[in-house]
């Protein structure tokens, strides 16, 4: 019986909260708030329903404050004040503005006193206050608080809130919480049944636990049988959702191998160069994006949101110069010596990562997302796919599309082609084989810039970040058949994909091991890779 009182109480006072004019609120909260200072638990019980009634925002700080019992009144005029020790003196704040007015000794003030019946009261209209809130945030939060506290005294609020609810998944969320309390704290069964019929329904990690917990405790067998099965159900949901999540993390990380690959797969495929400074151009990227979004955040703040759009042609200028005088300045003196041009790209890598060093120093360096980029979409099972991850699966296809029209619709594209597929007869064409070499290894050097905007958006920037993403970039290239697009596209997909699935089981050392290992066997039986390239050179 007092559990129904205090839920009748509660009841009540929210009933008074909706019925409060608005242009009456202020008044009522701050009238409410002073004649807590009574001493009678009945008058504190009436200043408690106006303050809850009052809508004012300032509402909860105050009650928490007294749930807390830092609530006091100043003696000399009755102000209520929530106070804080600091030392011999005590801090005063004004609940009315939330500002602190002063400090005053012991002897000044008094405190507000609260019993376990105003306690109690307190907190039911505490979690009315935000499971009511107009911010479907707050009210989103307030339900998970439930379903991990699971108290059965705030279902009359919570039943009040789901009536109320406009928002279809925080009414979700709600739904959810209510037939956890009901499972873990009622004694009627068939309500401990239905309870376990709605949480069926949500496939989280949470319910998974809740619905574990009941399956192995001492109830009824009728509960642990319908819990017993509502977990088996969840399980094989949540393991389905967990392999989308594994194929999307997948798709991820491919896009970004792709994107680093790309680049590599079109300068190896043209000119047989093994260039392992390729991941030292990423890095370049990615320190012209950290460099664009400082220029923005100290002289343009307003438009932080467009940085990432200036970065990515910058990004591709500036490595594709980079990429241009690598060619001209150390590559073509070195052709038909491929070990040679490996050591010599190797060494370059780390005068290009100390030049980082001294310029930007060996720390990791802060790169922003645009709000555009930030946050996330919540899928059923737990399942949430970042925004930024879709943003570069969405650019890596863009880049691989822009590419195929580079290579199919233009005289640049059309003698790449023929340079790739037969040096010797290009050049007697009177195509300038060398000129096309510079401008390749500069599309490729480019194409790696814009790989490091992606990784920027996702990774430390820092002057190793080439390093991470080389051997994987050489291993997409060879998988997928040198030189060809599409080989590199399913490549870096499958690799992404595996290394997904295997990491869980293996580990990321292991599973990168075992993919290399697989890749290594496939090479035995498909020299070319999945799509090798036709031509005379090639052939020969």
Do not use: C
Not at 244 to 266: D, P, W, Y
Not at 399 to 407: F, N, S, T
């Amino acid at each position: 019986m007092p559990g129904l009182k205090a839920a009748f109480l509660i009841l009540t006072l929210l009933a008074v909260s909706l019925a409060v004019p608005n242009t009456a609120k202020a008044a009522n909260f701050e009238d409410a708030l002073a004649s807590l200072a009574t001493a009678k638990t009945k008058a504190k019980i009436t200043a408690i329903g106006e303050i809850a009634g009052s809508g004012d925002e300032r509402a909860a700080d105050a009650l928490n404050a007294f749930l807390a019992g830092k609530l006091y009144y100043r003696k000399s005029d009755k102000k209520v004040l929530i106070v804080k020790k600091s030392g011999a003196v005590y801090v005063l704040t004004d609940p009315l503005t939330a500002k602190e007015i002063g400090q005053a000794p012991k002897s000044k003030i008094r405190k507000i006193r609260v019993n376990n019946r105003l306690r109690k009261l307190l907190r039911g209209v505490l979690g009315g206050l935000t499971l009511l809130s107009k911010d479907p945030a707050k009210r989103m939060k307030a339900a998970n608080a439930v379903f991990k506290s699971r108290s059965l005294s705030v279902i009359p609020t919570l039943e009040q809130a789901i009536a109320r609810e406009s928002d279809a998944k925080v009414k979700a969320r709600l739904v959810m919480a209510r037939a956890a309390v009901w499972l873990d704290k009622s004694n009627d069964e068939k309500l401990r049944l239905t309870a376990i019929e709605t949480l069926t329904e949500f496939a989280v990690p949470e319910v998974r636990a809740l619905l574990g917990a009941v399956a192995n405790s001492k109830t009824s067998e009728d509960i642990r049988a319908a819990a017993a099965k509502a977990l088996a159900d969840i399980e094989g949901r949540l393991a389905f959702w967990n392999g989308v999540g594994n194929v999307f993390q997948g798709l991820s990380l491919g896009s970004v191998l792709l994107l680093a690959a790309v680049g590599l797969a079109i300068t190896f495929g043209v000119m047989g160069v093994i260039n392992m400074a390729h991941g030292e151009l990423v890095m370049i990227g990615a320190y012209t994006t950290f460099v664009v979004q400082e220029v923005f955040r100290n002289y343009f703040p307003g438009a932080f949101d467009f940085s990432i759009l200036v970065a990515i042609p910058a990004a591709f200028l500036v490595a594709g110069a980079f990429g241009v005088a690598i060619e001209r300045g150390i590559i073509r003196y070195l052709y038909g010596r491929p070990l040679e041009t490996l050591l010599a790209t190797w060494g370059l890598s780390l005068i290009l990562q100390q030049l980082v060093r001294t310029i930007f120093g060996p720390t990791n360096r802060e790169v922003g997302n645009p709000s555009w980029m930030s946050g996330a979409v919540e899928v059923t099972g737990g399942l949430v796919l970042t925004y930024n991850r879709m943003w570069i699966i969405v650019f890596s296809l863009m880049v691989l599309g822009a590419l195929v029209i580079v290579a199919k619709k233009t005289a640049f594209g059309l003698q790449m082609r023929a340079v790739t597929q037969n040096r010797g007869m290009a050049s007697s064409m009177g195509i300038r084989t060398g000129w096309i070499d510079a401008l390749t290894f500069g599309l490729g050097s480019g194409i790696a810039g814009m790989a490091g905007v992606a990784i920027s958006q996702i990774d430390n920037v820092s002057p190793n970040l080439g390093q991470s993403y080389i051997i994987d970039s050489f291993m997409v290239v060879v998988f997928g058949g040198v030189g060809n697009l599409w080989g590199t596209l399913v490549g870096a997909f499958s690799l992404g994909i595996v290394n997904k699935f295997l990491e869980p089981f293996a580990g990321t050392v292991l599973a990168k091991i075992l993919v290399l290992i697989a890749i290594i066997l496939f090479i035995q039986k498909r020299p070319r890779g999945l799509f090798a390239l036709k031509g005379r050179a090639v052939e020969s």
